[in-house]
């Protein structure tokens, strides 16, 4: 069974949209993580009584720094942790401990509108920009450099009648809570396959 760490920082959304379409006999929720403890992601986290921790890279009380989570996460036998919306950069060192066992949702179809920078409205404002009359929703592995791992899905969808950014994110978020919980239960199934460079899905 797959034992997930969800990674938060706002809204949440994507947790919830795991929470509710993934049994529980294939994925468990078993830890909530937030840089910020104040947001409605870990309201949620708390009401299901999910364990909720708070990361920092500087001592601050009620925070972990990453080598205890790395600890508390192994205590707690994650083994997929799911970056949804956590908007920090995670250190090397603990991309290098879970090698292969973070996966992170980004709003649009990489390897276009991604890097440093890039996220919530940011992503959706430059595709509104660029003109494009697609965008989508992307899952990937994470490497240490920002949005570049090796691609496990993508969905594209249709914007060319979007009359704004926010309708730009409200299409795109709308294909991201259908791809990550197929992603996880896939995952849960070992149905994802690493060959070589490629990702394949069975
Ligand atoms: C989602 O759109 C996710 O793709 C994006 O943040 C939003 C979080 O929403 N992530 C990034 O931009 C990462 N580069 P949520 O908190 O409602 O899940």
New binding site residues.
Partial sequence: MLRLAVF????????VSIYNSVPDNKAKIVAVVSNKPDCP?IEFAKQKNIDVFFISEKEKTGFVNYNQLADRLAELKVNLIV?????KKIPDNFIDHFENKII????ALLPSFGGAG???MN?HNAVWKSGSKVSG?TIHFVDKIY?HGRIIYQKKVDISDAGSPEEI?AK??KI?HEILPYVVLKFSENKIKIIDDKILIE
């Fill in positions: 938060v920082s706002g809204r949440g959304s994507n947790l992601a970056l949804a919306g956590f908007l992170n949702i980004h709003p890039m996220y919530g992503v929703a949005d994110a795109v978020l991201e």
